[in-house]
């Protein structure tokens, strides 16, 4: 065997295992999810159940609102994910295909937004939604995530790519602004609007701190605010409940991200290549 061959078997070894490493945690909250929470506590390190229970589940959606939980959930995160698309593209053309005053001190400024950690305007977005009255609505969850910097940034170096002289072009037939965006601009930017669609669905869909805070009643909390409050009583955790919510709030992401991650891969190289 060549040197070569050796090193790539060593180096398939290598990624073997070290998927394996990553996975197991997954693999364990997978099967704990139809375990109760005495046969965890009796064997924690077992990986597969004695015998498979779907009581956890039943005792979520039945007893602990569950089905709530995931309604707002899927509420905020499709509307936010929503929101991006359409409004940070829309940004992203305007910052690189149009000419308006002002267009630098705009595009420094989502450079700035992405630079500024998210607990330094926390309190003022929250004294704004208290000032509109939206505590405790669907509106106040998802209004302050409508358009996030990191959306506009990602369509307007995706927008580079895009030859000028193809606008230039559509525009000189007579084509409108809007149809120039839709039926030109748009479906050259596939897989960076997959890539902003999968960022900010991970992103709005694991939120805690903010639901967190302007959540005030049980039938206004995410997923991620639900799982932790009702899977814990008497200072006593329910492991059972905690991992078949665990697997429940996982399961979304990982469809969408099986589904576009063609598009994600080559929306993230794209836009590195800017």
């Given at each position: 065997?060549?040197?070569?061959?050796?090193?790539?078997?060593?180096?398939?070894?290598?990624?073997?295992?070290?998927?394996?490493?990553?996975?197991?945690?997954?693999?364990?909250?997978?099967?704990?999810?139809?375990?109760?929470?005495?046969?965890?506590?009796?064997?924690?390190?077992?990986?597969?159940?004695?015998?498979?229970?779907?009581?956890?589940?039943?005792?979520?959606?039945?007893?602990?609102?569950?089905?709530?939980?995931?309604?707002?959930?899927?509420?905020?995160?499709?509307?936010?994910?929503?929101?991006?698309?359409?409004?940070?593209?829309?940004?992203?053309?305007?910052?690189?295909?149009?000419?308006?005053?002002?267009?630098?001190?705009?595009?420094?400024?989502?450079?700035?937004?992405?630079?500024?950690?998210?607990?330094?305007?926390?309190?003022?977005?929250?004294?704004?939604?208290?000032?509109?009255?939206?505590?405790?609505?669907?509106?106040?969850?998802?209004?302050?995530?409508?358009?996030?910097?990191?959306?506009?940034?990602?369509?307007?170096?995706?927008?580079?790519?895009?030859?000028?002289?193809?606008?230039?072009?559509?525009?000189?037939?007579?084509?409108?602004?809007?149809?120039?965006?839709?039926?030109?601009?748009?479906?050259?930017?596939?897989?960076?609007?997959?890539?902003?669609?999968?960022?900010?669905?991970?992103?709005?869909?694991?939120?805690?701190?903010?639901?967190?805070?302007?959540?005030?009643?049980?039938?206004?909390?995410?997923?991620?605010?639900?799982?932790?409050?009702?899977?814990?009583?008497?200072?006593?955790?329910?492991?059972?409940?905690?991992?078949?919510?665990?697997?429940?709030?996982?399961?979304?992401?990982?469809?969408?991200?099986?589904?576009?991650?063609?598009y994600f891969v080559q929306g993230i190289a794209?836009?590195?290549?800017?």
């Amino acid at each position: 065997m060549t040197r070569g061959r050796v090193g790539n078997v060593l180096i398939h070894v290598f990624l073997a295992v070290s998927a394996l490493v990553v996975l197991l945690p997954f693999v364990w909250v997978f099967f704990g999810a139809f375990k109760t929470t005495a046969e965890i506590l009796r064997n924690p390190s077992a990986v597969f159940p004695e015998s498979f229970t779907m009581e956890n589940f039943v005792t979520l959606f039945t007893e602990r609102h569950f089905g709530v939980f995931l309604r707002n959930s899927l509420i905020v995160t499709t509307t936010i994910m929503l929101t991006n698309l359409v409004f940070g593209s829309m940004a992203g053309y305007a910052l690189d295909k149009l000419s308006f005053r002002l267009k630098r001190l705009v595009m420094g400024s989502v450079l700035v937004m992405l630079m500024i950690p998210y607990i330094a305007i926390f309190v003022p977005q929250f004294i704004i939604i208290v000032k509109l009255g939206l505590v405790d609505t669907i509106p106040g969850l998802f209004l302050p995530n409508v358009v996030l910097p990191i959306s506009v940034f990602i369509v307007r170096q995706a927008s580079i790519a895009v030859p000028d002289e193809l606008i230039v072009a559509a525009r000189v037939e007579g084509a409108s602004e809007f149809r120039i965006f839709t039926s030109i601009f748009l479906p050259l930017i596939r897989p960076s609007m997959a890539t902003v669609a999968i960022l900010t669905f991970l992103t709005s869909w694991n939120y805690f701190l903010w639901p967190l805070v302007v959540a005030q009643s049980q039938d206004m909390y995410t997923l991620p605010v639900g799982l932790a409050i009702v899977t814990q009583a008497a200072d006593v955790l329910d492991f059972g409940l905690l991992l078949s919510g665990a697997l429940l709030l996982l399961l979304p992401v990982l469809v969408v991200f099986l589904v576009l991650q063609k598009y994600f891969v080559q929306g993230i190289a794209t836009t590195g290549l800017k």
